[in-house]
């Protein structure tokens, strides 16, 4: 009996759907929204495999309504807040997620919202569209220099890194901070986080959102910045504690933001006040909204899949899980 699988999204970028219709009964969500934890528990019993996004709750109670067949969950994303990682290692269940494929994607995106928020483009550019730009004035939509600036990355891993080689191109001094990325390299010096804080001009987040880095920035690190920085995050939203960032530019103690991820997401018509913000930059998480980058990321999702169900290990377990289901399943 072929294995089956199961796609929480049916409009998946790339080839990647088609190669896993080769190999297994493929079922797919065909709403044009997300289906609700009851409709995704409905359409999931008994298969061998989820093909989920980051946004999907994988939880003990999806994995138990799946049951026991239930082999990998491989997420579309390099994002996995969305998991219960420990009700999958009870159960045996590998959960893979896609490092490696949207690194200089979202590293390009970040040089974006820096671009953005430094230079103040929205603002100026909306002002234009609104019939605004009666004369050239030496003091309109006047912001900082992105080159020759500081830039502090809290997290130094693959898009941190990325940041950092294109940070070089524009001659910043940039520096980092992140516990498992200790020693300077030839593009960044490490440093403590109050050392990053008080010396960036810009500041941007690559961690991932864990018990640990929830509110990681909050009034305290905000204070802390200067008056004249930018925070920038394509990270997760509850990295910030965006209260407390719509505080700091409200008042002026910081004068810049640029947003990928938010604390509630996604929006619909319930806006943030953040978005009504002229000096910050609000996107809808489209950090890795490339069309290869996407298709690569369900790619590789696809291919953890066929792994896993092929008997093989997966080639990008969540990091510290293991790579092969606990038991042969049945
Ligand atoms: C990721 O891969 O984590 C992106 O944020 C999309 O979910």
Redesign the pocket.
Known sequence: MNKRVLLTRGNLPGHGPARLSEAADVAAWTGSDKPTPTELAGLATGVDAILA??NDPVDAALMDAVGPALEVVALA???FDNVDRAAAAERGIVVTH?PGV?AETTADLTFALILAARRRLPAAGASLAAGSWDVFRMDDYLGFDVHGATLGLIGYGQIGRAVARRARGFGMRVLHHDPYAIADDDLSTAVGLATLLAESDVVSLHVPLTEETRHLVSVRELAAMKPTATLVSTARGGVVDEAALLDAVRSGRLHSAGLDVYEREPMGRELSPLVAEEHIVTLP?I??ATESTRAA?VDLAVDNILDVLSGHPARTPLPGTPASPAKVRV
Do not use: A, E, I, V
Request: proline share 0%; no cysteine; aromatic share 0%.
């Open positions: 996004l980051g994303s390099m994002g896609t949207l998480h950090g890795s990321m």
